[in-house]
């Protein structure tokens, strides 16, 4: 970190091999989109080195990254939607309770079947068609593994607005994951 | 304490996100109601196999953009 920080390129790109799935992987799931997880990921890590010398190694490098990363999906998700203004404090729309509906027992080891692409692919698709506010929160609290007041101060929402979305999201996954690993 | 009760409180159960009473309840109840274990474990589940790195692999072809865009201008930016 000290030589990253100092300018030494070849120590900044030991911390882009670390982390740049991970900075894809949510810039595609904030976004939705292919081309623009491409943008975020270039344009977080220019950023990142520009101002790594002010990086204060009293936080974590990863939850600073992200940062920079959810800023830039966030714009890029909001120019793309200048129609419909995609606002991540928007009330949930959906009305009434979330019931789960599938109480089949799961196989044994479903992580087995993450080796055909066909169950990525339907893994993938469950994310990708839940609203925006529903898989950011998921992505940042559960994936990136954020504190619930981390992802509530990153998105500009309230604690109970994140946990709100963060339970329709997880029941709403779960509920596609039945059909797939009954 | 029935399954509406416990599948209201799922998430703050799953992050242990609640007072130790409300929790036993949850337990006591998932313990001898199927559809609620099934209900608790899958969703546990769930988030795991979120978290597992085979799904949404970064693009070789991106990969290499990224790096040759990054020597390009955080090079000269050193130099």
């Known amino acids: ?182 | 304490m029935n399954c509406r009760d416990v599948f209201r409180e799922i998430s703050n159960y799953l992050d242990g996100d609640l007072d130790p009473e409300l929790k036993r309840a949850i337990e006591a109840h998932a313990c001898g109601c199927h559809h609620c274990e099934v209900v608790v474990d899958s969703t546990r589940k769930t988030i795991e196999l979120y978290c597992d790195g085979r799904l949404f692999p970064l693009p070789i072809a991106v990969r290499q953009r990224l790096h040759a865009t990054l020597q390009q201008k955080c090079r000269l930016k050193v130099s």
């Open chain 1, 1 to 182: 970190m000290t030589a990253a920080k100092a300018g030494h390129y070849e120590a900044f790109e030991s911390l882009v091999n670390r982390y740049e799935h991970k900075i894809y992987r949510l810039g595609l799931n904030i976004t939705g989109n292919p081309e623009d997880a491409e943008d975020v990921l270039q344009e977080t890590f220019l950023k990142a080195f520009e101002n790594l010398p002010k990086f204060r190694e009293d936080s974590r490098f990863y939850t600073w990254i992200v940062r920079i990363a959810v800023n830039q999906a966030l714009m890029k998700l909001r120019k793309r939607r200048t129609d419909r203004s995609v606002s991540l404090d928007d009330p949930i729309e959906e009305d009434g309770e979330v019931i789960p509906r599938d109480f089949a027992d799961w196989k044994p080891n479903p992580e087995q079947l993450l080796g055909r692409t066909e169950t990525r692919e339907r893994l993938e698709k469950a994310i990708q068609d839940l609203p925006p506010s529903f898989r950011t929160v998921f992505m940042l609290r559960d994936v990136e593994g954020l504190s619930t007041e981390e992802t509530a101060e990153m998105l500009g929402l309230t604690i109970s607005a994140v946990k709100a979305r963060l339970f329709r999201a997880r029941l709403r996954l779960r509920e596609e994951l039945s059909k797939v690993f009954k």
